[in-house]
């Protein structure tokens, strides 16, 4: 099974059903060859979704030339925290995240919110100390690194 020629026909066919391929990896696991595909969207991803891509890449993969070598299918997401790229922070307005940031904001290197606006160059977090909700505007250049998380 040639992933890289695969890794092709894939990409296309998971963008025609609305998600991103992020990666695709073949092993040998027990002597059993298991497919791994992580897919990504904006929109949270649920098991009925990973069902549902699960099912229709599993009957395109069956029209695929793939060779005679049988193996499994596993179709994941990168998870309820799933990293996202600075760039496409704009498109998680509204959404909960864990912000580190390069430079602190008020003493914090680490920042959790929701995001109530973003642009090409700033963020605004909508963040709580105890029961005070407080909003933070935070240059986009300012954040290392940012990833989804889960609201207690």
Do not use: W
């Amino acid at each position: 099974m040639n992933v890289n020629l695969l890794k092709d026909a894939l990409n296309d066919k998971v963008k025609e059903l609305g998600y991103d391929l992020i990666s695709l990896t073949s092993k040998k696991e027990k002597g059993d060859l298991i497919l791994s595909i992580v897919v990504d969207r904006i929109e949270p991803i649920d098991m009925n979704a990973i069902c549902e891509i699960s099912q229709k890449l599993s009957e395109y993969l069956d029209t695929l030339d793939t060779g005679d070598e049988s193996y499994m299918l596993d179709v994941s997401s990168l998870g309820a925290e799933k990293p996202i790229s600075i760039d496409k922070l704009k498109d998680y307005v509204g959404r909960y995240v864990q912000l580190h940031l390069i430079n602190p904001y008020k003493g914090e290197n680490i920042m959790q919110g929701s995001i109530v606006y973003c642009d090409d160059e700033k963020l605004v977090l909508n963040y709580k100390i105890k029961t005070r909700e407080f909003n933070a505007e935070l240059t986009l250049k300012n954040i290392a690194k940012a990833r989804l998380a889960i609201k207690f």
